[in-house]
């Protein structure tokens, strides 16, 4: 950045006021990601998740992932940090894939799809997402659990 500055001066200061700009843009949202974090952490424990959302949750844990994926709103770098830490607690992967697929399905944009498609398309095109969300999600489970090539829990070991 020092070369620039010896060239253009006026740029790297336009250049730190963007990124500046965009600091505190992020910050709130970062913020969030931390509240939530320490809210799973204070309030859900690991025997919960593993009941619901775990590796013996059946049809439940699906519909959950799946209904909280198309209920979720927000930037997707704010639910990843979420899901991961709900994942260290014993949450299963599969539902990690369905949820992030289901998060196609946004509900708020439903009635603007089905104003400029119709009821026909937008049912066939929520039921596929759907469809595909869970086999996505059977998907990454076969292969997790035939794979020597599992990430660690904690992403820092």
């Given at each position: 950045?020092?070369?620039?500055?010896?060239?253009?001066?006026d740029?790297?200061?336009?250049?730190?006021?963007?990124?500046?700009?965009?600091?505190?843009?992020?910050?709130?949202?970062?913020?969030?990601?931390?509240?939530?974090?320490?809210?799973?952490?204070?309030?859900?424990?690991?025997?919960?998740?593993?009941?619901?959302?775990?590796?013996?949750?059946?049809?439940?844990?699906?519909?959950?992932?799946?209904?909280?994926?198309t209920?979720?709103?927000?930037?997707?770098?704010?639910?990843?940090?979420?899901?991961?830490?709900?994942?260290?607690?014993?949450?299963?992967?599969?539902?990690i894939?369905?949820?992030?697929?289901?998060?196609?399905?946004?509900?708020?944009?439903?009635?603007?799809?089905?104003?400029?498609?119709?009821?026909?398309f937008t049912?066939?095109?929520?039921?596929?997402?759907?469809?595909?969300?869970?086999?996505?999600?059977?998907?990454?489970?076969?292969?997790?659990?035939?794979s020597?090539?599992?990430?660690?829990?904690?992403?820092?070991?």
């Amino acid at each position: 950045m020092s070369i620039v500055a010896m060239f253009d001066a006026d740029l790297v200061v336009e250049t730190v006021k963007q990124a500046w700009g965009l600091t505190i843009k992020l910050a709130p949202l970062f913020v969030l990601v931390l509240l939530m974090m320490a809210l799973s952490e204070t309030f859900l424990d690991a025997r919960w998740i593993g009941r619901w959302v775990g590796h013996s949750s059946g049809p439940r844990g699906w519909l959950i992932a799946l209904a909280a994926g198309t209920l979720s709103v927000g930037p997707m770098h704010v639910w990843v940090a979420i899901l991961q830490d709900l994942r260290a607690k014993g949450m299963r992967e599969g539902l990690i894939a369905a949820f992030l697929f289901s998060r196609t399905i946004q509900l708020f944009f439903l009635p603007l799809i089905i104003g400029y498609f119709g009821w026909t398309f937008t049912l066939i095109l929520t039921g596929q997402v759907v469809i595909f969300a869970v086999v996505n999600g059977l998907m990454i489970d076969y292969l997790l659990a035939r794979s020597a090539l599992r990430a660690p829990l904690d992403p820092k070991t």
